[in-house]
Every structure is written in structure tokens, then in C-alpha cells.
T-cell receptor
Framework: DADVTQTPRNRITKTGKRIMLECSQTKGHDRMYWYRQDPGLGLRLIYYSFDVKDINKGEISDGYSVSRQAQAKFSLSLESAIPNQTALYFC??????????????FGDGTRLSIL | GENVEQHPSTLSVQEGDSAVIKCTYS??????FPWYKQELGKRPQLIID?????GEKKDQRIAVTLNKTAKHFSLHITETQPEDSAVYFCAASRDTGRRALTFGSGTRLQVQP
């Protein structure tokens, strides 16, 4: 789904560096999410945003921060990267909808390696 | 918060057989249950979802059943094909309290030709 674009697709960096992963969407969705994927652990929620002024911590927010610069842009930062943050990171979006939650649409992921 | 457990973690079937993946959830207020398929090196993609006001939903060879009393839901794939080989994730969420999806840990399905 090219409507959700993540940059970069791959990144190798060193411990202690500041890293920013970016996500942009053309779907016009209000809600955006950041997940990390580790083998055997599924997708774990880092942060989510229901609109530009509404940002919420997920289950594993420690060591991460986010910025919702506009409806279409949601970036994830690692202020001081550590090796156990090596993972595959996904951005996702969903429509506001009414009633129960709406399907999420994922980007292609960013593979991050911290040495 | 919500906790979603998914079983089995790996599943191998012969082509043409059926496959069943089961998930349990902890939050009785959850009312939306999607299933995602992730092929190797690709993004997760929604394949089917169900809301708590129905007990079963079908889409060609895949179906999902929901038992709200027992708090579990299952994905059924019939007449499996090699292209069904992937990792499947279940998830749950609710619309009150502005919660987001909680995912299961995934099931790696291998369909043997």
C-alpha cells in the first residue's frame, strides 16, 4: 500500500546516536501508529496519535519519542539508540470511523540495526 | 490493558488441508478483531475482521469465528494453497477509552505442496 511511506527503509547506526524514522500518508486518515516487530513477539505498539494534538504512549514507549507534524506525518525518534532497539519498525494509519475501530494500513517498514 | 494470546506459534499443513489459528483476549470490552497476513519481507495486510455483534464471517476460503463468552476468536483457512504460507497475526481493540490494537505474537503457517 504505497499510500503509507516510511523512510528510510534500512538504517545501520551506532549506539548512542539519535535516529529519526519518518512516516507519511496520503490516505487522509486521522490516526497514525508506530509499532516494532521482533521475532516471536508480534507487533508491539510504541506510540499512537488520534489527531495532530492527541499523542498517546503504547506498551513499549520507553526510549522513544514521537512528533505529529501534520495530519499526514508522524515521526519516531530514538534519542540515544541502544542495541536492543534493533528491530523492524512499522508505521500504520486508520480512519477515524464511527463505532468500533477501523482497519489499519501498514507501511513497508524500516529495518533498524544498532551496533 | 488488553492481552492477546495466539496459538500455535507454528503450523504446518499439507496443501488442500484446513488450518485453524486460535486467539484469546482478556478485555471483555474489546469489540473489534482483525486478522493480518504478513508474507516474508512484506508489510502486514488485513485479510478479514469481525466485530462483536456477529459470531462468524466468511470471505471465500477464510472465515473467522468469535466466542464472546469464552473471549476467543479463530481464523479458519480451508483448501490451503502454498501462497497461504505466511505469518498470521490476530488483534483486538475496543472503541471506548480510545484504545489501539493489541496484537497476538503471530503464527507461522507453512503449506507443504
Amino acid at each position: 500500500d504505497a499510500d503509507v511511506t516510511q523512510t528510510p527503509r534500512n538504517r545501520i547506526t551506532k549506539t548512542g546516536k539519535r535516529i529519526m524514522l519518518e512516516c507519511s500518508q496520503t490516505k487522509g486518515h486521522d490516526r497514525m501508529y508506530w509499532y516494532r516487530q521482533d521475532p516471536g513477539l508480534g507487533l508491539r505498539l510504541i506510540y499512537y496519535s488520534f489527531d495532530v494534538k492527541d499523542i498517546n504512549k503504547g506498551e513499549i514507549s520507553d526510549g522513544y519519542s514521537v512528533s505529529r507534524q501534520a495530519q499526514a506525518k508522524f515521526s519516531l525518534s530514538l534519542e540515544s539508540a541502544i542495541p536492543n532497539q534493533t528491530a523492524l519498525y512499522f508505521c500504520a494509519t486508520s480512519d477515524r470511523g464511527t463505532g468500533p475501530d477501523q482497519p489499519q494500513h501498514f507501511g513497508d517498514g524500516t529495518r533498524l540495526s544498532i551496533l | 490493558g488488553e492481552n492477546v494470546e495466539q496459538h500455535p506459534s507454528t503450523l504446518s499443513v499439507q496443501e488442500g488441508d484446513s488450518a485453524v489459528i486460535k486467539c484469546t483476549y482478556s478485555d471483555s470490552a474489546s469489540n473489534y478483531f482483525p486478522w493480518y497476513k504478513q508474507e516474508l519481507g512484506k508489510r502486514p495486510q488485513l485479510i478479514i475482521d469481525i466485530r462483536s455483534n456477529v459470531g462468524e464471517k466468511k470471505d471465500q476460503r477464510i472465515a473467522v469465528t468469535l466466542n464472546k463468552t469464552a473471549k476467543h476468536f479463530s481464523l479458519h483457512i480451508t483448501e490451503t494453497q502454498p501462497e497461504d504460507s505466511a505469518v498470521y497475526f490476530c488483534a483486538a481493540s475496543r472503541d471506548t477509552g480510545r484504545r489501539a490494537l493489541t496484537f497476538g505474537s503471530g503464527t507461522r503457517l507453512q503449506v507443504q505442496p
